[in-house]
C-alpha cells in the first residue's frame, strides 16, 4: 500500500442498517424506543438518502462504496449479462468497476475495519480489516483481509456465518424471529471485536437484520398475523439501536459519525411478472418444438414454478422445499426444473424484448449484440422502446383503474460511464411500490399480476442518513443527499482526494463552515485515479448454486 500522509487525522464510522426507513425510526424513536436514532437526531444532520435506480442490494451498495452511478461501477441487479449471450452471471465484487472508498483510504495511508458490506466478495487487500458481506460463500475461506482473520473471528464468535435467515413456512414464525436475533447479536459481535482489532481511522459495519425482517415480516407488523410475527420489526430495530449504541460508545468520543441505509422499505402486495407481460402483448415468443408446447400446455394450465412454491407452502414443506434446493442432483429436482418455461424455451429469432434480472429490466434483443438480434440499431430500436413505454403507460390496475407503472427511463437517462453499454435498455419503477417486479425467474407465473408469495415488504427509493461529530450542525435536515454522496463525504472528513469521477457530492450542507474550510477538499485528475484491479472472476459453479439457493430463500434470484 502506498503510505502517503495528510495533515487531517480525523476517524470516520460508517454504521449501516440495511433497509432502514424513517416510516419505522421517526414514530418508534419519538415514542422513546429507539434511544440512539432519537439522540442522532438531536445531536447532528438528518433526512432521506435516495437511493439508486433500482433500489436492488448489488447496485445500492456498490454505488455506495464507489460514489459513482452504475454505468461507472457496472453493477445493474443481482446478475448480470453475459456479453454476447442470453446467459447471465451471478454478481461480485470482481465484477464492479473503479476504486472502492476503503481502497481510497488504504493507498492514502489510512488505516481502515470494514465488516460485512455486501457485495465485498472476493474481499481486495487493505490497509487494515476487511470481512466481506452478503453474497458471500458460506463456506468461503477468501472473505477476509488478511486470510487469517476468519479464524479469529470464529474463535471469537462461533456462532458467525456468512448467511444471513432466510424464507420460512407456516409454523415457523417463531423460529424465524429467533433467526432475526440470533443474526443481530452475532453481528454486534463481531462489530464489536474487530472495532478493538486495531487503531482505525475509517470503521465500518453493516446490520442486515432490518432488511430481512421486513421482507418477511411488514404485513404482519400492519395487520397482527400471524401474531409470532406482529412485532418482530420493531424488535429487531430495537436490537440494533442497542448495537449502534455500544459501538458508538465504544469507538470514542470526536468521532465522525454516519449511519445509513441503502434504501428504504414498505409494503409489497403484488408481483408484475415481465416476461409473461413480454409475452402476452407479443414482443416475446416461444419456440414451436413439442417439447415447449408440452410445458407452454402445463403453463396454461397454472403449472408455474409460483403456482407449486404456494401450494407446498400451504402444506407446510417449506423444510422438504430448502432440502430439494439443496440436493439439486436429485431426479425430482431435475423433472421439476424441466417441466417449467424458462429461457431455454424462447424462440430468439422472432423475441424483440425478454426481461433479466430481480429488478425487472427490459433488453432490446438487438443486432449485433445479442446472439440472435432481430432489432436493427437506429430506428427500429427506437420505435420498439417508444411502443413498449406507451403499452407499460397503458398498464391499468384491474382494480382501481390506476396506472400501475411510474417512472420509465432509457438508460442514458439513468446511467453514465464506461460501462453504460451494459444496462438494461429500459428502466422502470412501479407507481406505487407495493407492486414489486418478479425477476425470480423467467415465467414464475402464466399471470403478469398476482398476489405476492412469502414476502411481504420490499424496497424503496428512500432510504435514511443521520450524520454526528465535530463541526456538523444540528438539526439540518439533509432530504436531499444521496448515497453517492456517502464515500466523498468520508474521503473530505479524512483529508484524502476524492476522485473526480465520483458522482456524489460532500454533504457540505451538514458542516459548520468552520469545519467546511479545515477540510482542505482537493480532487484528483482522472489520470490519477487508480484503475480497478484485475478481471472478472466467475464463482465456481458449486458455489455460484448455493449462492443462487441462499438468494432464493431470501427472495431475489430464480
Request: net charge neutral; charged share 20%; proline share 7%.
Amino acid at each position: 500500500m502506498q503510505d502517503t500522509q495528510y495533515a487531517i487525522r480525523n476517524k470516520v464510522m460508517v454504521l449501516g442498517v440495511d433497509g432502514a426507513t424513517l416510516d419505522l425510526i421517526l414514530p418508534w424513536a419519538e415514542a422513546g424506543l429507539l434511544p440512539t436514532f432519537a439522540r442522532l437526531m438531536r445531536q447532528g444532520s438528518w433526512g432521506v438518502l435516495r437511493s439508486v435506480v433500482p433500489p436492488v442490494t448489488p447496485t445500492a451498495w456498490s454505488s455506495f462504496l464507489t460514489g459513482s452511478n452504475p454505468g461507472r461501477h457496472g453493477l445493474y441487479d443481482f446478475v448480470g449479462r453475459r456479453r454476447g449471450s442470453y446467459d447471465n452471471w451471478l454478481a461480485n465484487a470482481t465484477y464492479r468497476s473503479g476504486a472502492s472508498l476503503w481502497g481510497l483510504l488504504s493507498r492514502a495511508g489510512r488505516r481502515v475495519t470494514v465488516f460485512n458490506v455486501p457485495l465485498t466478495y472476493p474481499v481486495e487487500p487493505v490497509n487494515g480489516l476487511l470481512v466481506s458481506g452478503l453474497m458471500t460463500p458460506a463456506d468461503a475461506s477468501d472473505a477476509t483481509w488478511p486470510p487469517e482473520l476468519l479464524d479469529d473471528i470464529r474463535r471469537a464468535v462461533p456462532e458467525f456465518n456468512f448467511s444471513p435467515p432466510g424464507a420460512f413456512s407456516p409454523g415457523e414464525e417463531a423460529r424465524f424471529v429467533q433467526a432475526i436475533a440470533d443474526l443481530n447479536e452475532t453481528t454486534r459481535q463481531v462489530a464489536r471485536y474487530l472495532l478493538s482489532r486495531q487503531p482505525w481511522d475509517f470503521y465500518m459495519a453493516v446490520f442486515m437484520g432490518t432488511d430481512i425482517a421486513g421482507h418477511f415480516s411488514w404485513k404482519a407488523m400492519a395487520d397482527g398475523q400471524p401474531p409470532e410475527l406482529a412485532g418482530a420489526i420493531q424488535d429487531c430495530y430495537r436490537q440494533v439501536d442497542a448495537a449502534l449504541a455500544g459501538l458508538i460508545e465504544a469507538a470514542g468520543p470526536d468521532v465522525y459519525l454516519i449511519v445509513m441505509s441503502d434504501h428504504g422499505f414498505g409494503s409489497l402486495d403484488r408481483y408484475l411478472h415481465i416476461n409473461a407481460w413480454l409475452r402476452e402483448r407479443g414482443y416475446l415468443k416461444l419456440k414451436r418444438t413439442p417439447v415447449t408446447w408440452l410445458k407452454r400446455a402445463f403453463y396454461r394450465l397454472g403449472l408455474t414454478p409460483l403456482a407449486v412454491y404456494r401450494a407446498l407452502r400451504r402444506l407446510g414443506l417449506g423444510e422438504q422445499i430448502r432440502r430439494a434446493g439443496r440436493q439439486r442432483s436429485t431426479l425430482v429436482q431435475k423433472l421439476l426444473k424441466r417441466s417449467f418455461l424458462s429461457f431455454a424455451d424462447v424462440d430468439w429469432s422472432r423475441t424483440r424484448l425478454f426481461s433479466i434480472g430481480f429488478a425487472g429490466p427490459l433488453y432490446v434483443n438487438l443486432k449485433g449484440r445479442e446472439p440472435h438480434g432481430i432489432v436493427a440499431p437506429g430506428g427500429e430500436y427506437e420505435a420498439l422502446l417508444a411502443q413498449v413505454t406507451a403499452d407499460l403507460r397503458a398498464l391499468r390496475d384491474p382494480a382501481s383503474g390506476e396506472p400501475l407503472i411510474g417512472p420509465i427511463y432509457r438508460r442514458q437517462e439513468l446511467y453514465q460511464g464506461e460501462r453504460a453499454d451494459e444496462a438494461p435498455d429500459l428502466v422502470f419503477l412501479p407507481r406505487d411500490m407495493r407492486d414489486g417486479t418478479f425477476g425470480l425467474m423467467a415465467f414464475g407465473s402464466n399471470r403478469w399480476l398476482t398476489p405476492a408469495a412469502d414476502r411481504t415488504g420490499t424496497h424503496r427509493m428512500e432510504g435514511v442518513l443521520f450524520l454526528a461529530g465535530p463541526g456538523i450542525r444540528q438539526g439540518v435536515h439533509l432530504d436531499e443527499s444521496s448515497i453517492l454522496d456517502i464515500a466523498p463525504t468520508v474521503l473530505a472528513l479524512l483529508g484524502v482526494p476524492i476522485p473526480a469521477t465520483m458522482d456524489g457530492q460532500v454533504l457540505g450542507k451538514a458542516m459548520t463552515d468552520e469545519l467546511r474550510a479545515s477540510l482542505d477538499i482537493t480532487y484528483l485528475a482522472p489520470a490519477e485515479e487508480p484503475l480497478p484491479v484485475g478481471l472478472p472472476t466467475d464463482f465456481e459453479r458449486v458455489e455460484e448454486e448455493r449462492l443462487r439457493e441462499h438468494l432464493r430463500g431470501l427472495g431475489y434470484v430464480a
